[in-house]
């Protein structure tokens, strides 16, 4: 996760999603490990960058901090569901950047760790925010008090991984064949899906079916609803157009 | 889910409620299958129903959606518990009516499926809204998205199922074994459970502190108390006054 | 839980936070339960003390059921990790004094009994308003409506127990050990992890990254990240100094 | 407020939603004054027909109490704008009834109390949850707490009521006026604003920029804004279909 | 402002609401001015005892603010409405400190000036969370960001004071006067339109419905109503109890 | 408002945010009317660009909003304080513009109109969102559905503006003189401040006075308090480094 690792990863995103050119996203590395811990660059870059008085250089912090942020919101935000493919070592910034995906699957070598605990600070890119969702709350802090390391089997058994496969290659045919599956679908249907599972999240009940019924009174006259009967009633696979590309309502 | 199903489930429930006249409420179904996905008829009807141009017709839309909502929301609302026993297949509507009621439980052969994407649309009356909070966010997406078939096992072991049995007979038998027990209880003591836990989902903790505090304030002085320490006393079963039916404040 | 408990147990957890005098605590008990029912002499002090019209009388239960909130509240407020060890039977006012604590460990031979329906009376400490965050929605429910009772097996698999162990001697060395790991972690970082993870249980994704962006601005500029490095780099142990006592703004 | 008013008000305006019969609903009374204070007769009925031990007797006020909030609650769902129209005393449940309109405007001799105070109980039908957004809050509480009369004059400066005029035919006129221009307008437009500021008193901004985008998407691409645009163009008054009558999603 | 003011203040009131010792808190002074700003002395005192790396300099810093937010948040919480008489000067931490305050009177020559931000610091015991409530967003930002004087005539105008008297004498004997006339209402009324109107401020409409429904269930059935209508009917003043001093739930 | 308006404004504002260049923005216009309404040309613009099916369609016009959303947000992000200076007419999108500002300002013959419903369409750049916060509940509602033009007294009057002048030139000088005295306090107090406002607006008051607390346990340990005081002292005019330009955490 080096410097440009942090640019690059919301632009291709955000490419990805203003053009609507991907079903689904996965996200995987290379090599033994998924990732190493967040690069000591950005923290040393902040340290020296970030000058004046307490309170001013505070502010700066704040900033930063919420620019580190948007960098994996994006995930969230993206209209594609996003899988994550984790092998090997995934810690700390691994964290950070795995939670905010749909999905995570994972290979039967991988350890996942809540590192910033032992490095003295508290986890600030996401993790704290997340976790809880994600697995039992009482696992959730002992993994981010203690910094110890979660294998494979646990973190399955816990909820935070979807499932395992036994090395990289698997996990990868595993992987594509979910997304394979999610591609075949109305990508209509899949983002609207998304949009209210990511909203349900954070409101009460009713104003979440307050929001879906708004969302589908004009949503819901879907051409793809008639391409998939017309499709089973033909016995062959649905055909269904893109998202559109994000124009924008300026230029 | 024929038509009449959703205008007569809402009433038959809202019914007992207002009488007072069940403690618990078991929602089965008999055949090999809990529930086909919905009835196609909702849907002609309503692109057949509503008519004007394309914003008008969104409105009507959205007051259709929230009128379906409203057939399952009053399984959360009654003030005695729901228990759904599951058989065979649990499709689409099924996966939205179930949801919101405070139990499932289901036979070894119950498959679970959320349809709808598959269908080319978004589940819209109530799945996504509550799913995430009854199985580990990271499988809700899976299921979600992929339209693939969950069994009982899985359903089981992700908490979404509380638990699963052999065959019909003995999933009945259990359900209204659960039922039994919960209907020795205080009537009064349960739908304050009931009213609390669903309180507690949509709010803070302070707010749900002092909500209990509210609501305890003028119903803990209760006479159900005292006759199960009585009873308890002298060795025999309580025996409790049901919930009172609810009379109208104005007629 | 005798009268005095209730008065000595915040009274001393708020004492050890104002001086800052532990790094963990471990909330355990002696003897062959971990505790029983709540004392019934409460009960019968509110109904004896609180006087005067319906009216009043419910205004002073209101406020006799904060008081009593506040003293387990105090398990989340203060600033260190609190870890329950259970043994035996946890019944009642058991269950809501381990649901505020962070973490949860416990015996083989553990069971735990929401025991308040039993009693014909709403669960009113707390229970009902954590425990559906703490395991599956279906089950909180079950256990809430029925008071069967849960044993360590079931505990542990639906998330509510981190781990059981063999007997109470094992149980406290292990959670004595997961202290010392604890503890051996900068207390600013663990302090300002429990912050976290309380505060993202309560709010909105885009609040709580807000809120650890707004912390971590003025302190992440921590001598305990110079130090957790440079102990690395000269493979020791690092030493960090312990949270500052509380020492009042006005005196 | 006779109890036949609880039952009719309602259940009049209702219909006049469900069938789109009207573009604007004015509440107005005849006679010297608007309204009494509630009738005494609804709280002897409660008094009289709610029976049982404590508990049960709480837990059917609490019924109680939100059936006659949603006779009231029902100004605020309504499509179409509500205008109260208020001469002389306007006492009591007459402050809960034109709490929930639109807009209010008075007559000089109009006096406004909440008379529930000095009766020795809270205001439970919607003052107290409505008045603070309404004026000014050390006025709203000054009021509430004192019971004292605010005269016309007051209750413009203060921004309760939007005008006062000289006599109950003036007021009538003006408001006739102001809801004939309403009227004139489109009429999907009118309930699209009153929707969007409802939700707006309710949510945080960025929830309710989501939710007008969410709307709007649907209901954007309107033929009543080609229509206003044309007879613009045409110097003629534009001419908008009604909102569609509610039809059920299910018959 | 001085260093003991900030401990006796909510020292007394807190002692107020526990005896029920009061049915109305008045918050005066003596002298020319109400209050000058902030005593430099807290400033001083907190920046000389907080000690140790800028981390842990910041959490005693924020437990420190957090304890002078709980001084002044007691005269929200205390059951007896509290108004504030102001004469001449109320500067920055008076302001702060009659925002909590349900209601706010001052004489001809009083000013009020937000002086944190010409001192260097945002205001932070209270002032910037309370004051849009208070009067017209845009004026209290031009009030917070200029340091501006406001007199008495524009705060009755924009609504921040209830009413202005020619001089201190005038205005305790208008205070009293409202005062009196809260008084002679039921103190248990007051009490729960002052928990209503705290209530509404921070949450929902439908969620503030619920809670006046859930508190009114137990607190309806009031004797109070009884003697007012009593009273009324023999034409004398109603006599009500005072309400409850809180007797403590354990001791 | 032609095209180029929605691109350049968010850009220009940004880029003064992210340099600090500088303390105050005033948002003027040139002419004898501050803004037309919104031109057309965004909306044919949306109409011709927009393709698809209906659901497709909806889709791009959600986030088409949400980017027309964007451009005015960004005047309440912004660090610094944005006054608006309004002469003659403010109609349509221009309320919209205005409504995110921190402060309005008028000429005598300022005109204010919410064109929309005129026009056929539901407002949807922010009106509706921000509108019920800057004056009385009632008179917002009277002014979007009937589209009636309000003119400086009454927006003076119903606190939506701040204060009117009798012509553009002493508007300019007032705004100025507003503007310069913001511009003499320190940089860091006032986006302080501005941050704090914002926040109390979408917050409970406990969550509020929490963040306060959180952000100045980082910030308060000022230099700007020290220069206010050296200088208070010394008779002189303080003097504040500006804010930080921002720069990024990454780059």
Redesign the interface.
Known sequence: MV?AF??ELPAVVETIDRLAAARVIILCADGAHFTAEMD?Q??T???N?????????????????????R?F?VL?HVRM?VISAVQGACIGGGIDLICPT???FCTDDAVFTIK?????????I?T???????????????L?????RMNAAEAVF?????QNYKDHTALLAAVRD?AR??AQ??P???????T??NY??????????????????????????????QAHAEKRQ?V??G??P??????
Chains 1, 2, 3, 4, 5, 6 share one sequence.
């Open positions: 410097t942090w640019e000591k950005i923290f870059h902040m340290l960058t970030y000058a004046g008085d307490p309170a001013r250089r505070a502010e700066q912090f704040r900033l930063g901090l919420l620019e580190l942020h960098a919101n969230e569901p749909d999905m995570r910033e605990t032992e490095l003295g600070i508290t986890a600030d996401g704290l925010q997340r976790l809880q969702y994600l697995m039992p709350w009482g696992l959730a802090r002992e981010a008090y203690t910094s110890r816990c909820g935070f991984i979807n979910v599956q999610i679908h109305s209509m249907a899949v983002t609207g899906t998304k209210m599972l349900s999240r954070d409101h009460g009940l009713m104003d979440s079916l307050n929001h879906v019924a708004t969302r589908q009174a004009g949503m819901l006259q879907a051409e793809d609803l008639r391409e998939a009967l649905p269904f157009q998202l559109s994000h124009r924008s309502a300026i230029k």
